[in-house]
């Protein structure tokens, strides 16, 4: 009965976390010295141990805790992890390998894993020994499987490329029936047909010696380097261009940001040539293509779309700045005045800290956030009467959270992965919804951004008395290294959430699943880096407004692509594209049409969570008219089954305020209540500041 309760209110609330299952926790054996900080330590038993799996020259440094390779690390690092274009698992002696297959219905949409190659060494005097990650970057990892095999996994790399370490025997074996086994004249080169259609080529940095029976292939003593890959197109033009590109391979892979909200991918790389990587959906929108070469007709298929070929030594993707602005975009009319400042005054009157019940940082960061709201559409209206009392309410909120007075909850800081959590979080994995495990992170910090950036704004001198204890908040999930401003010695592992490859946040934290990271309310990843440029512009900080803004052009960049699903859009199986407007989670492995708290059919839920909180940015969000017609015309039938949350009709009248801004308002002004994050004031500010 318990956990329908809960479950029910969350639905009622508008809980946009998911609900993970229950990690095994493993006891912290390694502590590096707790650098100075304004939290106190903590002491968490529900952490799993990064020793398991990290080598030790890295468990001195802060390590990531929603990356790419995460699965990696958690548990017994047996669980798949989709490395573009390939499915790996590492298992405690060797490496599986799939070129995954698509599988999408109405609902959703995934990738099989069968693993098609299976690689190991003959001479392994450790067979029970676990894999070791040796160094990783923003897009790379290298795994070591002990003693003899190396494997620089980098994302994008057509290749699997593995060092044979020390003279040993490779041994690869496949699920398949091998049908054909081709090497060049200097074998150097195998070309592996299998029964299932592939054919998978194998290059060598100097001549080795393999034979083949039945479904195994072995070789004699062999160290050096092996590249693998699948011909995802039997065109005889396809294999030509993996001949071509055979000898330079990527060992690690960075992301600089650079000036004029650019990034530049960077490789080390190694061997002779040029270097060929894929580039997705994304990337080919923003690269700048003047000093690269891209192949249009070498692609591999994937869950984001086509992968496409690209030539050159280093990437740039350019942006173009977006407006990261306190007030409406194109300002309130003033004809609605007197009714917004009815609506806000009301609002305020209701404001008193010591009356909210929750002790939830999300929920209590909701909170936090919708009562500064309420000041800036005061100080866009020219009201400031009501400005004393939202100060207060600020104050009265948040100062605990910052000085550790809140009492059954508060910020405390993990040194063994190198992080925040909670006090709740700290004994209990599913507490604070998983932030005690570096789940939503950036979701719960993100509101109390907000809150923070807009209270040192109107009262400077408390935004400097709480700035140590602001910028370390921040720095938990907007760490970039040296080139981020610090008032604190804390540290922490580079931009916590954020995958570099698919320019969007994670939100799954040290929770393993079989589809990787996930993340469910857009909306809200949009929001934290929004709410860190606002606080850039509050305290003059101007490298923090800087990739705040990067990071939000970023993510709403992503979220158009990958969670905005129009109508004649490609991206995704047929099936799922004609019933699904919004992508409920989206998985590094699936898509879900489904919400971690709300089945398919709940659409305004789907919508809900990918808007909320509504803010100027979200005009940005959701600047594709067209799609945002298509969006609600898919969900307003959903508004008339019986017991519907207001608030998430509230979301849905918002959007469809855009195009048909008086129908909208007519339909707001029924609403009967609205999220807890959301207010009247807020929604007619929105509503009076369209077109």
């Not at 370490?165 to 299998?194: A, C, E, W």
């Not at 993990?414 to 909670?422: A, F, H």
Request: net charge neutral; charged share 20%.
């Amino acid at each position: 009965m318990l956990i329908v309760w809960s479950f029910l209110v969350l639905f009622t609330l508008g809980y946009s976390s998911h609900i993970p299952s229950v990690v095994q926790s493993q006891p912290t054996t390694y502590r590096r010295p707790l650098p100075p900080f304004t939290f106190p330590a903590a002491i968490s038993t529900v952490l799993p141990d990064p020793a398991s799996f990290f080598s030790p020259s890295l468990l001195s440094n802060p390590l990531p805790t929603n990356s790419f390779f995460q699965n990696f690390v958690l548990n017994n690092g047996t669980q798949q992890e989709y490395i573009h274009p390939y499915l790996i698992k590492s298992t405690l002696s060797s490496l599986l390998i799939s070129y995954p297959s698509l599988f999408g219905n109405a609902s959703i949409t995934y990738q099989i894993f069968n693993p098609d190659l299976t690689i190991s060494v003959f001479n392994n005097p450790n067979p029970n020994k676990p894999h070791v990650i040796s160094s990783f970057e923003d897009l790379s990892i290298t795994l070591d499987i002990q003693p003899s095999l190396r494997f620089f996994f980098v994302q994008g790399s057509p290749f699997i490329t593995c060092e044979i370490l020390k003279s040993d025997k490779l041994y690869i074996s496949t699920n398949h029936t091998i049908n054909g086994f081709v090497p060049n004249s200097s074998k150097t080169k195998y070309r592996i047909n299998l029964d299932n259609g592939q054919t998978w080529v194998l290059y060598s940095s100097s001549p080795i010696k393999l034979t083949h029976y039945n479904s195994n292939i072995l070789s004699d003593e062999f160290c050096g380097i092996i590249r693998i890959a699948v011909l995802a197109n039997s065109d005889s033009g396809f294999e030509s261009v993996l001949d071509s590109y055979s000898s330079r391979y990527p060992v690690s892979g960075r992301a600089l940001f650079k000036e004029q909200y650019d990034v530049e991918y960077k490789w080390v790389k190694k061997g002779s040539g040029d270097l060929l990587m894929l580039a997705n959906a994304l990337h080919l929108k923003l690269l700048d293509k003047s000093s690269i070469k891209v192949l249009n007709d070498f692609r591999y298929k994937s869950i984001d779309g086509d992968l496409v070929g690209i030539v050159g030594e280093s990437w740039v993707l350019k942006t173009d700045p977006i407006p990261i602005t306190w007030y409406s975009i194109k300002g309130v009319e003033k004809q609605s005045y007197p009714q917004t400042i009815k609506a806000l005054v009301q609002d305020v009157k209701d404001l008193d800290a010591s009356n909210i019940s929750t002790t939830s940082s999300y929920f209590f960061g909701k909170l936090v956030a919708r009562g500064a709201r309420m000041a800036l559409i005061a100080e866009e209206i020219g009201y400031p009467a009501v400005l004393p009392k939202i100060k207060k309410f600020l104050k009265g909120t948040i100062e605990p959270w910052l000085d550790g007075t809140f009492g059954s909850n508060g910020f405390l800081y993990d040194n063994s992965w190198g992080g925040l959590i909670t006090k709740q979080g700290s004994n209990d994995s599913m507490g604070d919804f998983g932030f005690g495990i570096y789940n939503d992170h950036h979701y719960h910090i993100g509101y109390f951004l907000y809150g923070i950036a807009v209270l040192a704004k109107i009262d400077p001198i408390w935004g400097e008395k709480y700035k140590p204890q602001a910028y370390t908040l921040m720095a938990d999930f907007m760490t970039l290294g040296r080139s981020v401003k610090q008032n604190s010695n804390l540290e922490y592992t580079r931009v916590r959430c954020f995958d570099f490859w698919k320019l969007h946040s994670w939100a799954a934290g040290l929770f393993e699943f079989i589809d990787g990271r996930n993340q469910e309310s857009s909306s809200e990843a949009v929001n934290a880096y929004y709410s860190a440029a606002l606080m850039g512009l509050a305290y003059g900080d101007t490298q923090l407004y800087k990739v705040g803004s990067l990071l939000t052009s970023l993510e709403i960049h992503a979220v158009q692509k990958w969670w905005h699903v129009e109508e004649d859009s490609r991206l995704y199986d047929a099936n799922f594209t004609r019933e699904n407007r919004m992508t409920g989670v989206l998985w590094s492995n699936k898509r879900d049409s489904a919400l971690w708290w709300a089945p398919a059919e709940c659409r305004e839920c789907r919508l809900s969570i990918n808007v909320l909180p509504l803010l100027p940015i979200t005009e940005v969000l959701f600047s594709d008219v067209e799609y945002v017609k298509q969006l609600v015309n898919w969900t307003l039938p959903s508004l008339t089954r019986e017991g519907v949350v207001e608030g998430w009709k509230g979301f849905t009248y918002a959007l469809e305020g855009i195009y048909e801004k008086k129908i909208a308002l007519k339909k707001i002004r029924t609403l009967t209540g609205h999220d807890d994050g959301n207010s009247l004031s807020n929604m007619l500010w929105w509503i009076f500041s369209r077109e």
